[in-house]
């Protein structure tokens, strides 16, 4: 157990919805960050948070919004999802920005 | 930009045989660091083992092993004793410490320990 919390687990939902993916980071991790992984594919990194702020923003879709409350967890935001969305989507944590992440067991979204 | 290339797609051993994934990566920074990210079939992602570029000597994890020749921007790993357990996806990641942290990964090789 990485200490990453991810909910849901899984999500299954029609094209055109939108959906929020919750992370908890392991406590005292201040750094979120939120990467696609597509079948059979790497990872596609998202954006990343400190401590509230917005770090570093990677191949996010327009439709794809974040944001990391005072408490430190974080919400991913789809919305007006297409079919390709369909992926696991991991949250990862660290104590500061500059060291390893651990990572959640990923939320399954399957856009049918 | 930095990159991170895994040119092995897929391997397979017999278990307790040793295995060596390789990484090769490319960069201008001289500040970084370097991980191996193992991913089983539960597709949990999992830290293998971390390497900090200012470090000559190589890291170790029990049975994994990393050879880091910086000049070459080469980082592989070497898995001894390869159980059936060790089969997953093993992804290599670099990390810039000057810049914004970003974790910039290879695509990944599938190893498959074979009984």
């Known amino acids: 157990d990485s200490g990453v919390t991810q909910t849901p687990k899984h999500l299954i939902t029609a094209t055109g919805q939108r959906v929020t993916l919750r992370c908890s980071p392991r406590?005292?991790?201040?750094?979120v960050y939120w990467y696609q992984q597509s079948l059979d594919q790497g990872l596609q990194f998202l954006i990343q948070y400190y401590n509230g702020e917005e770090r570093a923003k990677g191949n996010i879709l327009e439709r794809f919004s974040a944001q990391q409350f005072p408490d430190l967890h974080s919400e991913l935001n789809l919305s007006s999802l297409e079919l390709g969305d369909s992926a696991l989507y991991f949250c990862?944590?660290?104590?500061?920005?500059?060291?390893?992440?651990?990572f959640g067991q990923g939320t399954r979204l399957t856009v049918v | 930009a930095q990159t991170v290339t895994q040119s092995q797609p897929e391997m397979s051993v017999q278990e307790a045989e040793t295995v060596t994934l390789s990484c090769t990566y490319d960069?201008?920074?001289?500040?970084?660091?370097l991980f191996w990210y193992k991913q089983p079939p539960s597709r949990q992602m999992i830290l293998v083992i971390r390497q900090e570029a200012y470090k000559q000597q190589n890291a170790t994890e029990n049975r994994f092993s990393v050879n880091f020749q910086k000049a070459a921007k080469s980082f592989s790993l070497k898995i001894s004793d390869s159980q059936l357990g060790d089969t997953a996806m093993y992804f290599c990641a670099f990390m810039n410490m000057d810049s914004n942290y970003q974790l910039i990964w290879g695509a990944g090789t599938k190893l498959i320990i074979k009984p």
């Open positions: 990862a944590s660290s104590v500061v920005m500059n060291t390893e992440a651990f």
């Open positions: 406590s005292g991790d201040l750094s």
């Open positions: 960069t201008s920074e001289n500040n970084y660091y």
